[in-house]
């Protein structure tokens, strides 16, 4: 409903954000990762932002999403990453999602790795499915707040307060990189339609 009500007043670009764990092992707490691509598990149970009758006034009722995430603007994020000196904690990969509220257990994590997840977390999946339904350019990127843990035996429990804490920790840096792509998007709109 927002991403609506953002079409109906004229947005053309939707740049989604989410905390969300770390399942690449690659990845450290504090990094960004851009989403390349998702995998809509609450879909897999029925849950789609698109169910029900279609509304042809917002776009068609089965749209395309393998070219979700606008390759020109994931290039643009890593220039301006290079360009921020951020080019060490900014990659790339695939969001997945169960809805929450409950962090994943182990066995879950496990299969979402399996299945090609570099991030878990709880929203953005279904923003950016009605963002491209109404045909807006969509970008979106994970802040990783914490690793997930994939074994029985460790003693670590993912909460909240780590995330929120991660979430400050880095939020100037998030402002700067949002603010710098924001600024390149509306650069690129006013050469199109100056
Ligand atoms: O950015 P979102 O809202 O996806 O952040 C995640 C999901 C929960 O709101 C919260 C859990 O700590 O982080």
Avoid: W
Avoid at 4 to 18: C, D, E, S
Avoid at 47 to 64: H, K, S, T, V
Avoid at 158 to 176: A, F, I, S, T
């Amino acid at each position: 409903m927002p991403v609506r009500v953002m079409k109906l007043l004229g947005v053309t670009h939707l740049v989604a954000t989410n905390a969300a764990g770390g399942l690449n092992p690659k990845f450290e707490v504090g990094d960004i990762m851009l989403v390349k691509d998702h995998i809509n598990l609450m879909g897999f149970a029925g849950n789609n932002p698109l169910q029900g009758p279609n509304d042809e006034r917002f776009g068609p009722r089965f749209p395309p999403m393998n070219e979700a995430y606008d390759k020109t603007l994931i290039r643009e994020a890593k220039r301006i990453a290079k360009e921020l000196g951020l080019e060490n904690i900014v990659h790339e990969g695939c969001y997945t999602y169960l809805g929450g509220p409950n962090f994943e257990t182990v066995a879950e994590l496990k299969m979402l790795s399996m299945l090609g997840a570099d991030s878990v977390g709880m929203s953005t999946v279904h923003e950016v499915i009605t963002g491209r339904h109404c045909d807006l350019t969509v970008m979106a990127f994970s802040l990783i707040t914490n690793k997930c843990i994939t074994a029985y035996d460790s003693n670590d429990n993912p909460n909240h307060e780590e995330v929120m804490d991660v979430g400050k920790m880095r939020q100037d840096v998030l402002k700067l990189f949002v603010q710098s792509i924001v600024k390149y998007i509306k650069q690129t709109e006013d050469s199109i339609n100056p």
